[in-house]
Structures are given as C-alpha cells and as structure tokens.
C-alpha cells in the first residue's frame, strides 16, 4: 500500500473519460494512488482535468513522443526541486523510458506498472519487432524498484523471461468498475430496437480497440469460423462488433445479413446488457482481457479461448473453449 507520498505518475495513455481496457486500468490506478497521495499526472492532453489535481496534459504530434518526451523529464526535474518526489511512477511499458530517465535524473524510485507481457504480445502475433521489444522492456524492469503486474500469470512470466526476482513484483489485478458494468436491462429493447434485432434473434457481442493486433485476429476469426458455422447452425442471431477502428480495414468489406458494425458507442455497457452472450475469440495478446471482467460484472455469459482468459479466475458464466466448432456449440 502506497500511502502519503508525493508521486509523479506518467502515462502514454489517457487517464480521463477513459475507452479501451488499458486506459480503463490507468484510470482505475490514478484514481486508486489519489486518494491517499499527492499525485502529479504527465499524460496526453485531455480538456476534462480533476480541478484538486496536478495535471500536465500533453500534446503529442508523434508517437515517438510517447516513448520519450523530454518535456515530462524537464517538468519533474524542475518541480522535484520545490518537493521532492518519492515514487516515479510509470504506466505501460511505453512510458519506462519517461519514467527511467526521471528515476535516474531525480534519484526516486521508479514503480513499472504493466498492464501486460509487451514482447510476448509482439511475439504471439509474430511481429519481427519482438526482439526490440523485448531488450526495451527489459531494460526499464531490471532499473524498476518494483513492478507491478495484473495477475499470477503475468508474475510468472517476468520471471521466466526476465529473471526478475519474485519479491521485487507486485500484483494489481485489473477491475471492472462495478458502478457502471452491473446488471441492468433498462436500455435493452431501446439498444436491440437500435440495432434491428428482433424478439426471435440472439444477440452476440465482441467489443474492444479494433485495429489492436489481437482483435483484428479476432475478427479474422469471427469472418473465417464463427459466421460460417453460426450459419450451418440454422438459428436466428445477430453478431454486434463495437469499438474504435475499422478492424484495418478487414470490416470496411465484410458484409453480412447477420452482423452488425456497430463502432464506437460511449456506453458499451448498455450493448453488453442488451445481449444474450460476449465472446472473446483471441489467440493472441496478454495481460488480462478487462472485457471480460466488465462482461461477467454485468452477469453474462462469455465464451473465450484460453489465451482470452489468461490470468482470470474461473466463473461459472466464463466458458472456455479453442476449438472452433465447439465454440460455436457453446454460443
């Protein structure tokens, strides 16, 4: 427990009015260290700043900037000077280089908050980068003074891959916020009526970034398998994608009578109310998949592959399948 501390907290993500997982899990953090601490935020500008908090939003042109932006050393520098800091805090393994450096420049311990394995995503989906990836992360946790992980799993893994001593890492697992993803069918016939489906058809949802790596696989997945063998199934259903992308470009093309393209809603928790089960076809990623948690938060049923449910603990609405065609069975 981090308490009365004076923590400069970096991030590459947003931490305000946050969409995708990882800075859902950022917000959590910021707002979990503020409450009993004296937290000064580095993180992309954003309009909406708490007015009780110390916020330096930035603008960044590049995404060069993310990974190493001299604006958030020199700022910590000069504001360590009146008082000093405690704790770097960084979030993500694109803000380590921000958050090594001011360590190093500060003399203040650096906490590495990550909310996954970064090389072995690259790695699972066979990114030539991995090797890159892997001597970056590497560095910024062998500097780190602690690190934070989102699960036993992940523990394991900066063990295995980075001989890191198991006393040096802490687990933070991530949350759903359960004052937003509970059960309530409020909204459902407005969403359903929204979306076209009708009283016979069932609703099937996949959310999340859709131009990230793992769910671009996902949606080749629910293109290649899961629609072709909906279909031989015979039933009445609509498959409903939410999120920010276009898939890059894959759903620009993919057409059919039963799935809609929904994009971007700022409520994704009315839609995971309004359907009938969430899947969560991945093969590739890690760390722990928050959709999943705000799925099961809001009491449905979801049906993922092992990699989906890396680092989860087991529910009985959480139904785990790799094959394909018995995933179909269990939807």
């Known amino acids: 427990m981090i308490e009365n501390k004076n923590i400069a907290f970096i991030s590459s993500q947003k ?3 946050p969409g995708e997982g990882v800075e859902r899990r950022v917000n959590y953090i910021f707002s979990f ?12 500008y954003q309009k909406l700043a708490k007015a009780n908090k110390e916020y330096y939003g930035l603008n960044y042109k590049h995404r060069i900037f993310k990974i190493l932006d001299p604006r958030i050393i020199l700022q910590i520098i000069k504001l360590n000077r009146k008082d000093k800091f405690d704790i770097i805090y960084a979030t993500t393994v694109w803000s380590g280089l921000n958050g090594l450096l001011s360590s190093l420049f500060n003399r203040a311990p650096l906490y590495f908050d990550e909310h996954n394995v970064e090389f072995l995503r690259f790695k699972r989906t066979s990114s030539t980068l991995w090797p890159i990836i892997y001597l970056y ?13 989102v699960s036993d799993t992940d523990k394991r893994f900066f063990i295995k891959y980075y001989g890191i001593n198991p006393k040096k890492i802490e687990i933070f697992e991530n949350q759903a916020d359960k004052s937003i993803f509970c059960p309530n069918n409020k909204k459902n016939k407005k969403i359903r009526k929204e979306l076209g489906i009708n009283s016979n058809e069932k609703m099937i949802l996949f959310y999340g970034q ?35 992308g276009d898939g890059r470009g894959l759903l620009i093309n993919f057409k059919h009578t039963n799935l809609i393209f929904k994009g971007f809603v700022e409520r994704i928790q009315d839609y995971i109310n309004a359907s009938d089960v969430v899947i969560a076809p991945l093969l590739s990623g890690s ?7 705000e799925a099961l938060a809001c009491k449905k049923r979801v049906i993922s592959t092992s990699i989906g449910v890396e680092g989860l603990k087991r529910n009985k609405l959480l139904e785990v399948e790799d094959d394909w065609n018995k995933f179909v069975e269990k939807i």
């Open 15 to 17: 931490i305000f009015n």
């Open 33 to 44: 260290l503020s409450k009993k601490n004296n937290v000064v935020a580095f993180a992309p």
């Open 137 to 149: 992360e590497w560095l910024v946790c062998r500097f780190a003074e602690k690190i934070i992980s």
């Open 210 to 244: 859709l131009n990230y790596e793992p769910n671009v696989e996902a949606l080749e997945i629910i293109k290649n398998q899961i629609i072709p063998l909906l279909e031989n199934k015979k039933k009445s259903y609509k498959l409903v994608i939410c999120g920010r």
């Open 287 to 293: 760390g722990t998949r928050i959709k999943i948690l």
